[in-house]
Each structure stands twice: as C-alpha cells, then as structure tokens.
C-alpha cells in the first residue's frame, strides 16, 4: 500500500470480502478471519469486516455503483483511512475507488506485498520484494495514494521536453525494475554456485513447505539443533535456510526452509521469489507441514499443491506432517484427518512428540530412493567409503587386494559420483 501514512503507524480499515453464486458463506468467513489476519500482521485496526454479495464482477468498482456508495459511506461514517478488499482489484477499478472515497483502497495482493517487504530481511529478499512491488506499482502511477515521489532519485536534466510527470514515473519504475532484475540475476548465480558445491557431496536434500505459519522453522530447529528464526507471524520467513540433519542410521540429509505458502499468493510473488523456490524444485523430496489445530487445514493444503503445482515440483516425493498435534483440542477431526492421511506423520515440534517418525519416514523414504550397488574403492579412498556412509545404507564391507568392497543402497546421485567405482 503506496500512502503517504506510514505502516509504523496504526492504520484504521474496513474490509471487504466478494460473495459470488455458489460459493458458501463459510469459505467467505474464512477468507475474511485471513484477511484479519495479514492487516493484523501489518498493525491494522481493523474496524468493520462485511461480506459482500454479487452476482459476477462489475468493471467499475468490482461492486455495483449502489453497494460501492454504501462500503464508502460506512469507511467514512467510521473515519477509517483504508477499505482493504480480499478480491483482486484492477488498477482502474482501484483508482475509481480512490476517486470515489478519498481513501486509500488496496486489495489483498498489496497486503501481502506489504508484509514480504516488512519481513525481508537479507539483500536477497528486499530486492524480491523490491521487485515485486515496482511491477505491481507500474500500471497504478495515476493513483492518488502514492510516494513515488520518495523513489525518484534520478540525475537533474534527465526529463524530456514536454514529457508529462506520468511519464517521468513511468521511466523511473523501469529503470528501477530493470537493475533490480540485474541484481537478481547476479545472485542468482551465486545462489547456483552454493548448491553446486552442496551437490559436490551428494547428500539428499528436502524442501521443508506449506502453508505460512503452519511451524516449518520450528521443525527445521528441533530436526537439526539448530535456531532458524520462529515468529508466530504470517510469513515469518522469507529466505531459505539450509541445515543437516543426522538420521538414526547414520545417513544424513540437507533440509531447507522455505517461504511459506497462502490462499490467492500473488503470481508475481511467486515468480519474483522463483530463485529462492527454486530450492523445492531442485530438491529430492519434499516435507509438507500441516497446522492440525488450525480448522482450515484441508483449504491449506490445497492451497500449498496448488502452488507446488505452479512450481513444477508437485510430482516430487512428499512426506505430509500434521504439526501442532499438541494444540489439537478437537479429537474427533484429528481422527477424521488420520483415517484420510494414514501416510502422514503427526507430531508437535513444540513438545518433541513424534519427531521420531519423521527421521524414520525421511529414512523410509531415501532408501525407497536408493538401489544395492557393488562399489570397489580404493583402499586409500576412506572419503568415499565416508560419502557412501554419509548417504545410503552399507549392507556389507569387505577388505581384499588392495580394495574396500562395499554393497550400499545409495541414492542416484552418489551412484552418479561413484560411476567409476562401481564393480561389474
């Protein structure tokens, strides 16, 4: 939200959720609690939530002219600052409602932009986020709630006869937006580089996804020891993290953390954050953490294949864990979601119960990856006696002529490194 009041400051919204034919009034409670949800995240007092019925989108203000007059009349019968809409607006359907209210009006994709760029907090993410929002801004210049102003920046003498203050803007976004996606460009490549080097010692590696705030960070902490920041706040993290976690069998394996997903996540978030999601595409398989306390559970995970989906990374292996088993009040739905995920692994990452069964679902799963293989190494080469160790499962070793003789289950990328060691 481009206003000239900043978010430090508390901001009054009214807000605003679209009812179409057939869509229950439930889902729309829902998407409305969400909404609540990721304004609260950005200090919003939140002063009236209404759900709003219409029989198909309306060009004007996505609403009819009538029940546009009466949200307006409300937002300023309650002196709030801001209508926030959980539907998409077009830059003219957002400008009319400027036009029409003297307010700020902003959808829930301006939400959301709004909350990666309070969360962004490596170079990485703020020039995503950064990314992001100049290509959200560029067809919505003519806004009246705008500080582009801010942004300028550019050398004196630079504006061409008669070129209009529109304009100007115009090529300030694009210059913007350009060395942006030069800067992204340069780090996407160290980003290659690092997992290059990753690769180099063949050890499997997961993604750790789902939907924002379902505990993923804290999954990852208790899993590797480590202290990924946890917050109970939407999208909490925005870069991945990387750690190793040990198995039981000696095998270890390197877990990512990753953005969480959302109901409606923005596309142009999903492409500008491609490079860090990148990680689920590249990774062996995948760990889906699910909310078990949160009653929309289900919605979530639906969301979060969706954007799998979008990824190309839906057909990768998954290993689906219900968290928060320790807040699950209602018995009779953690039973429901048992009896339709019998697969999945349900544990609390806060009390520790059943982290156990995940290490061993991670187990089950690499070796459903892996094949017996012959190695014959050289006796000298107890590194890659440690690198079969490290990443598969040793079956038998034996020591003869001046060779180790190793059959493991190992997975296709250490059998890929080890080609030449293979015995016939």
């Known amino acids: 939200m481009h206003t000239d009041t900043p978010y430090n400051d508390v901001v009054s919204a009214v807000l605003v959720t679209i009812q179409y034919p057939g869509v229950a009034t439930a889902i729309c409670e829902e998407h409305l609690e969400e909404l609540k949800g990721l304004v609260g995240t950005l200090d919003f007092e939140v002063r009236d939530a209404s759900i709003v019925k219409v029989a198909s989108p309306r060009p004007r ?19 709030t600052e801001c209508i926030v809409f959980d539907d998409e607006l077009s830059p003219s359907q957002q400008r009319n409602w400027e036009q029409l209210t003297g307010l700020a009006v902003i959808d829930r994709h301006e939400v959301i932009l709004e909350i990666f760029a309070a969360r962004a907090s490596t170079r990485e993410a703020a020039l995503q986020v950064g990314l992001a929002r100049m290509e959200y801004s560029l067809p919505r210049l003519t806004r009246a709630w705008t500080h582009l102003s801010r942004q300028h920046g550019g050398a004196r003498g630079t504006r061409g006869e008669g070129e209009t203050q529109l304009e100007m803007d115009r090529r300030v976004v694009l210059r913007k937006i350009g060395r942006l996606k030069g800067e992204l460009e340069r780090m996407k490549g160290q980003r290659d580089l690092r997992r290059r080097r990753r690769a180099v010692r063949s050890l499997p590696v997961g993604s750790v996804v789902g939907y924002t705030n379902a505990g993923k960070s804290s999954l990852l902490n208790v899993l590797s020891g480590s202290n990924v920041l946890t917050e109970d706040k939407l999208f909490a993290t925005l870069d ?6 040990s198995l039981r069998d000696g095998r270890e394996v390197l877990l990512t953390d990753t953005v969480g997903f959302i109901r409606k996540l923005p596309h142009d978030l999903v492409m500008a954050f491609r490079s860090t999601l990148e990680e689920t595409v590249l990774s062996d398989f995948l760990i889906n953490v699910l909310d078990l306390s949160n009653s929309e559970v289900e919605e979530h995970q639906h969301a979060t294949l969706a954007v799998l989906e979008e990824l190309g990374a839906r057909d990768k ?79 038998e070793t034996n020591y003869e002529d001046g060779h180790i003789l190793v059959s493991a289950q190992v997975p296709d990328r250490t059998r890929n490194l080890l080609a030449e060691y293979i015995a016939g």
Not at 240 to 245: A, E, G, H, Q, S
């Open 61 to 79: 203000y996505l609403v009819g002219s009538g029940k546009a007059e009466e949200i307006a009349s409300k937002a300023r019968d309650l002196s």
């Open 240 to 245: 991945p993290t990387t750690r190793k976690v």
């Open 317 to 395: 292996p998954i290993i689906t864990v219900f968290n928060k088993i320790d807040r699950a009040h209602d018995t009779w739905y953690a039973n429901h979601l048992q009896e339709v995920h019998p697969d999945a692994v349900y544990v609390s990452a806060k009390t520790g119960q059943g982290m156990d069964d995940l290490i061993a679902a991670i187990a089950r799963l690499l070796s459903q990856d892996s094949r017996p293989l012959a190695f014959a190494l050289p006796s000298s080469r107890h590194d890659l006696l440690a690198l079969l160790h490290r990443t598969g499962t040793i079956l």
